[in-house]
């Protein structure tokens, strides 16, 4: 069964420091890979997402995110955070033809 | 409307009782995912819905648990005799192409329900 790992339950950073959300998943064919977030109060919305082609993929806001094929891995990175950016982020793979599988999540406080 | 609704938002209810929720998806998509999310966890996937096709019902949890979804219209999940474990948020998406297909999800704001 595919499964998503992230590592990273709780993160704070202060203002204009870079982000690495790591992501790892589970699952040896073709994959799709995707980042949602969900800002305090808000549902949740897609950041950005892999389904082939360049393994660097660029998203909303400034983030971005790599596929490493051979690591199994899909982190999501962004070179300066804002206070605006404090939601919870959460990793998703979708295989085969099997329903998008998420992550348990990852808090991010940034602190003013 | 523009967006995936759900109702009822909040829903208090006592152990034993059934639950009823509801779920409006965006106009024209024929793919609605039910979900659900525990405190402190991850999303758990219930069930899948594709246009007229029989749904993937491999993620819910126990036959407590049942959907339907008429055509591509409205969805509602069912929990009978409900368990304090059932305690969650449970969210609803959809999605204008089907799984596999890369495409994305439009979530609801999600039905807490609290069991007593």
């Known amino acids: 069964a595919q499964s998503v790992s992230q590592h990273n339950h709780h993160v704070i950073l202060s203002e204009a420091a870079s982000l690495e959300l790591g992501c790892n998943y589970s699952y040896g064919g073709t994959v799709n890979l995707f980042w949602y977030v969900q800002y305090p109060g808000q549902h949740l919305q897609l950041l950005l997402k892999y389904f082939s082609g360049d393994p660097l993929v660029k998203g909303i806001k400034g983030f971005e995110a790599e596929f490493i094929k051979s690591k199994f891995s899909f982190n999501l990175r962004k070179p300066s955070v804002q206070w605006s950016d404090t939601a919870e982020y959460f990793c998703a793979v979708n295989a085969g033809r099997r329903a998008l599988t998420f992550g348990s999540g990852t808090r991010l406080q940034v602190q003013p | 409307g523009a967006g995936v609704s759900q109702s009822p938002s909040n829903k208090v209810t006592e152990k034993g009782k059934d639950v009823e929720l509801r779920c409006d998806p965006i106009s024209g998509h024929t793919a609605l995912y039910w979900y659900r999310q525990r405190l402190g966890q991850g999303l758990e996937f219930l069930i899948y819905?594709?246009?007229?096709?029989?749904?993937?019902k491999s993620g819910l949890p126990s036959d407590r648990f049942s959907a339907e979804r008429t055509g591509e219209s409205v969805s509602t999940l069912t929990i009978q005799r409900t368990q304090q474990e059932d305690s969650a948020v449970y969210l609803c998406?959809?999605?204008?192409?089907?799984?596999?297909?890369?495409?994305?999800?439009?979530f609801g704001e999600g039905s807490r329900l609290t069991v007593l």
């Open positions: 998406a959809s999605s204008p192409l089907p799984e596999g297909f890369g495409g994305e999800l439009f």
């Open positions: 819905f594709q246009g007229n096709s029989a749904p993937d």
